[in-house]
């Protein structure tokens, strides 16, 4: 019965979640409802003394990536460099690959740390204006957007800044760049068939009938003066290029022995040299933004102060599933859950742990959310099983999160929501397509991946 209690519980986080309710609330109530199952655990220790640790210590470890990823993000917005990029990269490739065009743009953007959120805001009138061009229906942007930057630039290719790729770091001690070339393969994989699939589907559709619907169109009229395209794109490029550095030579290379003491949290360079690097790197992109763009902003201050507050509802939504993957963890009846999911797969750790992060991610209609969960809970059995059977813990980390990208795109996922409105669309008529591509490929993505790692190993 208490699997039972931990069984509604989810089911609940998802239900809620997608009628809308804020997690920050919902959470520690679906905490609490699944701990009232079990009779010997106290319900007020269990939030002061499970579920509040837990969520503090998530914004402990993350505040400065989310922080210095959302000012990073707002700027490149606020100065125009973001929509600087896309529309060189859409004049570039034109309407004739319009698909093409616009999935380019929002990886780039992406892969340069650029939030989705954002990415959807600034594509939205680019791809209309291309697939108005095209005569493809509006209903498919949704798809194409999602096909760039809910995909492989979030979780497959090496170096990302995204938060995604950041979690696996301290749970196996490696850094953005885990298992590169993998990674590069998994996000071909995405890429390829997503842009497959959406060239194949607006071709088919215009056979259909299905064109661009002239009433619907928006008149987006923007006459900022925008900065050129190699001083947008500088910034990303510093960001990438710096992360690199920091992760594979400079940081490796420091004398930090003095981690081990209690002061710094009895640990070990390994375990914190990709956050230094990522931290490290989006702090000096941020300076190199305000350099290159600052007269491009207006209200500087007001971005800064805003770039920096925006971060706040994304990490402690994040954090309270944290706390709630904890409090579930910690339960009596979780022994069997686990052995559960430990023993679908026991001779290769990394389909079980792409089951459970997929499941988890789908569950809370969050990657980070659903791929924290899993690693609170079980990073650590992984990493044994991996380290007993010779596995990587770099093929670990880019499972883990290629994983959370898979099953997170179900209908009730905020960003779905979110750009589903912003394009102007619904369910009905764009979700088919971003179930393809932000979905169906990134499972294929990682079965692919999975299967390479285990032939050959981490490469």
Same mark, same amino acid.
């Not at 269990?46 to 509040?52: P, S």
């Not at 369910?427 to 764009?430: A, D, F, N, T, V």
């Given at each position: 019965?208490a ?5 509604l ?5 998802? $239900?809620?979640?997608?009628r809308?309710m804020? &997690?920050?609330l ?5 905490a ?13 220790a269990? =939030? ?5 640790p ?5 914004v ?8 210095l ?6 700027l490149?917005s @606020? ?9 060189? &990269?859409s ?14 743009s929002?990886?780039?953007? #992406?892969?340069?740390?650029? @939030? ?9 009138p ?5 697939f ?8 498919? =942007? ?5 096909a760039g930057?809910?995909t492989?630039?979030?979780t497959?290719?090496?170096?990302t800044?995204s ?5 696996p770091?301290p $749970?196996?001690? #490696?850094?953005?760049?885990?298992a ?27 056979s /259909?009938g299905? &064109?661009?619907?002239?009433s619907?169109?928006?008149?987006? /009229? ?9 001083l947008? =794109?500088?910034?990303?490029?510093v ?22 003491? @209690?002061?710094?949290?009895? #640990? ?16 000096i992109? !941020?300076?190199?933004l305000?350099?290159?763009h ?13 770039g ?9 939504n ?13 339960l @009596?009846?979780?022994? !069997?859950?686990k ?12 389909i079980?742990e ?12 969050s ?8 690693l ?13 059977m ?10 883990a999160s ?8 179900l ?5 779905? =929501?979110?750009?589903?409105a912003?394009?102007?669309?619904d369910? /009905?008529?764009?979700y088919?397509?971003i179930f393809m591509?932000? &979905? #169906? ?17 981490s490469?």
């Open positions: 019965m699997v039972l209690g931990i069984t519980s989810l089911l609940g986080l998802m $239900y809620f979640a997608y809308g804020n &997690v920050l919902l959470a520690p109530l679906m609490l409802f699944a701990t009232l199952w079990h009779t010997d655990t106290p319900l007020l269990t =939030i002061t003394q499970v579920y509040m837990a969520l503090g210590g998530y402990v470890k993350y505040l400065p990536i989310f922080l990823g959302s000012l990073f993000g707002k490149m @606020s100065s125009g460099a973001a929509e600087s990029i896309a529309q060189k &990269v004049s570039t490739l034109g309407s004739r690959h319009a698909i093409l065009a616009v999935i380019m929002c990886a780039i953007l #992406t892969y340069g740390g650029v @939030s989705l959120f954002v990415v959807a805001f600034c594509m939205e680019l791809a209309r204006s291309l108005k061009e095209a005569n493809f229906s509006q209903r498919y =942007i949704p798809g194409a957007i999602a930057a809910f492989f630039t979030m497959a290719l090496p170096g800044p938060i995604q790729n950041a979690i770091m $749970y196996f001690g #490696t850094d953005a760049f885990a590169p070339i993998l990674g590069i393969i998994g996000g071909l994989v995405m890429g390829g068939l997503g842009l497959w699939w959406l060239k194949r589907r607006t071709v088919k559709g215009q /259909k299905l &064109v661009f619907e002239q619907s169109e928006s008149q987006n /009229k923007n006459n900022k003066t925008l900065p050129g395209f190699l947008s =794109i500088t910034p990303l490029l960001v990438f290029v710096l992360n690199f550095i920091f992760s594979r030579y400079l940081f490796p290379a420091l004398d930090a022995s003095y981690l081990s003491t @209690s002061l710094y949290g009895n #640990t070990s360079l390994d375990k914190v040299i990709g956050t230094w690097a990522l931290v490290a790197a989006l702090a992109g !941020v300076v190199a305000l350099a290159l600052f007269k491009h902003l207006e209200n500087p201050m007001e971005k800064i102060n805003q920096t507050l925006d971060c706040m509802l994304p990490l402690f994040t954090a309270s599933e944290v706390g709630y993957g904890q409090v579930i963890a910690t @009596s009846s979780f022994v !069997v859950i052995g559960l999911i430990l023993g679908l797969f026991p001779s290769n750790p990394l079980s792409a089951v459970a992060v997929n499941v988890l991610a789908g569950i809370t209609g990657a980070s959310g659903g791929l924290s969960i899993a609170e809970a079980l990073g650590a059995s992984y990493l044994e099983m991996a380290n007993s010779g596995i990587s813990p770099e093929l670990l980390h880019r499972v290629m994983s959370c990208g898979g099953f997170d795109t209908p009730h996922n905020g960003a779905v =929501i979110t750009l589903l912003i394009c102007k669309s369910h /009905k008529r764009s088919f397509d591509v932000a &979905v #169906t490929f990134p499972v294929v993505a990682t079965a692919v991946v999975i299967t390479l790692g285990s032939l050959f190993g490469f």
